[in-house]
C-alpha cells in the first residue's frame, strides 16, 4: 500500500508552479504577442539544456505582501554555455514591468558576486521598466549595489549584457558598465532620459527608436558592440562570443582544435595593396586570408568604421585583431576610433587574449571638430592601453604608418613584441608628400618647372625614407615579410611568445586620459 503524499511537497510544488507563472499566464501572453520571450524562455535558450539552477525564486520585496510576484520580477541563477560554468540573471517583464526593487536587485547582486568569487562570467538579460518608483530611494540603493558589482567584476570575469526591451535611465549605466552590450533591433533600447523629457527640456522631437533604439547605439554612440536581428539570434550571439573569451582574467581562452593548416599560404596578399598609396584597399580581406578560416567575429562592425576589431583564431588559439580600414576616411584615426581600439585592446589584454595589430593609417583625422572634441586626450588612450598590455602583442604594417598614427598603432616603440611590415609599407614622420612640401619649399619655389620636380622629389623620398628597409636596418622591425607568408609568420611568433612574462612597474593603478 503506497504512503500517502507529504502535503509539504504538494506546497513546494504549488510554490514552484506559481515561480513559474511570473506575473501571470495574461501577462505571459503579451509577452508572446510582442514577439518576446519570457525571462525564463530566454535563459532556457542561452544555456545548456537542463543545466540552469535557480536561486532565490521565492524572493520579495515586501514579504507581509499576499498579493507580491514570487521572484520580485527577476530570474537569477546559474547554468553552463557549452559545458562552462556561467552565471546569469534575466528581468521579468511580466512582473511589475521588470521593475527593480532593492530586493530584485541583491538577487542580481548575489550572482554578480558569486560570478567573481567563483571565476565565472556573468550575463544580463534586461528587459525592464527602470526604478520601482514606490520604493523610493531603496531602489535607487539597489542600483548603486549593482553598478558596484560591475565596477569591482571589471577584468576579474567577462560580463555580457543583452539589452531585449527597455532600458532606461539609471538603469542605462549597469550595461555601460559590462564588456559588451548586445541589443535586439526595433525591439530594445536604452537612453538616460526618454523622449517627453528631451522635448520638455530642449524642444528636439524624436521617438524611442530615434532616441535609443539598437541601430543608434549601434553606429552612432558606440554603445552596443552587436545587433541581434530577434531575441534568439541576440542569445546565440553571447554563446558565439564566450567561445572566445575565457572564463575569468587568470585562465587562457579556450583553444580549439585546429583547423586551417597553420603554413597555409594566401598569394592574393602579395597583390592585394595597390601600387597607387592613394588607392583604398578592404582591410577585412587581411584578415579573411591570416586567420583561421571562418573564425573572424567582428565587434562594433557600425561604429568607427574607419577602425576595425575583434576576435578571430590562429591555429586555433583565440585573438584579438585591431585594424586600420583604408575603405574609410583612408584609415585615418578619429576621435570615436581612438575610444573604439583602446577599450578593445585594454579588454584583451584583462583578458589574456594576444593582440594582432594590422597598422595602415595616414594619421589622425584632421579638423577643428576633432581639435576641439579632444582628439589629443583620446588619442593617447590608445598609447596608454597598449603600454599597458602584457599580453603577446604583433603588430604588421601593411601600408602607410606615418607620424603618431605609426606609434600608437602597436609600434615597436610602445613595446610590441614583434614588429613586422610588408614590402609596401610606408613608415616615416609624414607622407612623402608633404615631406618635400616641407623639406624642400625653396627648390619647388624656384623651379621652372615645380610639378615635374616634386614629382621626382617624392619618389626620391619613398625610395630612400618611405619603405620599411629603412627602419628594418635601425631595428626598428622585426622584419619585412611577404605578404603571403603572413599567417605563418603570426603563429610561429605566437606559438614562441604564449610563455612570456612581461613585468611592469609596481602601481595601484594608472591614470588613464579619459
Known sequence: MSQPEDPRLEALRA???????????????????????????????????????????????????????LGDGVVTGYGKIDGRTVFAYAQDFTAYGGSVSLAHARKIVQVQEMAVQNGSPIIGLLDSGG?????????????????????????????????????????????????????????????????????????????????????????????????????????????????????????????APPSDDPRRAEPALNAIVPESPNVPYDMLEVIGHVMDRGSWFEVQSSWAQNA????????????????????????????DASDKISRFVRFCDAFNLPLITFADSPGFLPGVNQEHGGIIRHGAKIIYAYVEATVPKISV???????????????????????LAWPSAEIAVMGPEGAVAVLNRRELSAAEDPEALRAQLVADYRATYANPYYSAKRGILDNVIEPAQTRSELIAALRTLQEQIRHVPPKKHGIMPV
Not at 554603445?223 to 575569468?248: C, G, I, K, M, W
Not at 604608418?401 to 614588429?419: E, N, P, R, T
Open 308 to 335: 576595425i576589431v575583434g576576435f578571430a583564431r590562429l591555429d586555433g588559439m583565440p585573438v584579438g585583431v585591431v585594424a586600420q580600414q583604408p575603405l574609410v576616411l583612408a584609415g585615418s584615426i578619429d576621435i
Open 15 to 69: 510554490h514552484k508552479a506559481q515561480v513559474e507563472l511570473g506575473g501571470g499566464q495574461e501577462r505571459i501572453d503579451r509577452q508572446h504577442a510582442k514577439s518576446k520571450m519570457t525571462a525564463r524562455e530566454r535563459l532556457a535558450r542561452l544555456l545548456d539544456d537542463g543545466t540552469f539552477r535557480e536561486l532565490q525564486p521565492f524572493a520579495v520585496a515586501h514579504p507581509d505582501d499576499e498579493e507580491a510576484v
Open 131 to 255: 526604478a520601482r518608483i514606490q520604493e523610493g530611494v531603496l531602489s535607487l540603493q539597489g542600483y548603486g549595489e549593482v553598478f558596484r558589482q560591475n565596477a569591482l567584476a571589471s577584468g576579474v570575469v567577462p560580463q555580457i549584457s543583452v539589452i531585449l526591451g527597455p532600458c532606461a535611465g539609471g538603469a542605462s549605466y549597469s550595461p555601460a558598465l559590462t564588456d559588451f552590450v548586445i541589443m535586439t533591433d526595433k525591439s530594445s533600447m536604452m537612453f538616460i532620459t526618454g523622449p517627453d523629457v528631451v522635448k520638455s527640456v530642449t524642444g528636439e522631437e524624436i521617438d524611442h527608436e530615434g532616441l535609443g533604439g539598437a541601430r543608434v547605439h549601434a553606429s552612432r554612440s558606440g554603445v552596443a558592440h552587436f545587433v541581434a536581428v530577434d531575441e534568439a539570434t541576440s542569445l546565440d550571439l553571447v554563446r558565439t562570443l564566450l567561445s572566445y573569451l575565457p572564463s575569468n582574467n587568470v585562465a587562457s581562452p579556450p583553444a
Open 397 to 419: 604594417v601593411t601600408r602607410k604608418g606615418y607620424g603618431g598614427a605609426y606609434i600608437v598603432m602597436g609600434s615597436k616603440s610602445l613595446g610590441a613584441d614583434v614588429h
